[in-house]
């Protein structure tokens, strides 16, 4: 699986508090932008309610960044991870936001 600049990869890592996500180059072996519900502002209380919805947020900020560079296709790679849950939840909020996969 690999991401260019015309249809990068977007890269997913989940880890037990936080969901980061970025895109990827794999060409040039740069990373474009990232985002993650850490940077996005995610408060300590929202944390414990609902981590669906901060990775839905996440997917979505992703997803306006991209579509600001002129990135409608993308790879997704869920890196290893169950397409569930908030792996899922970012996904469709990236999808919300415009992107394509």
């Known amino acids: 699986m690999k991401g260019s ?3 990068p990869r977007l890269s997913v ?3 037990s508090n936080h969901i980061y996500a970025q895109m990827i180059d794999d ?3 740069i990373t474009l932008f990232s985002s993650s519900d850490a ?3 995610k408060s ?3 944390e414990a309610k609902d981590k669906k919805t901060a990775a839905f947020k996440t997917g979505e900020a992703l997803a306006k960044k991209a579509v600001e560079k002129g990135i409608n296709e993308i790879i997704f ?3 290893g991870y169950k397409y569930h849950g908030r792996v899922k939840a970012l996904a469709e909020g990236a999808r919300k ?3 394509k996969f």
């Open 5 to 7: 600049a015309e249809k």
């Open 13 to 15: 890592f989940r880890s």
């Open 27 to 29: 060409a040039k072996g």
């Open 39 to 41: 940077k996005e502002g």
């Open 44 to 46: 300590k209380k929202s």
């Open 77 to 79: 790679d869920r890196g």
């Open 97 to 99: 936001g415009g992107l």
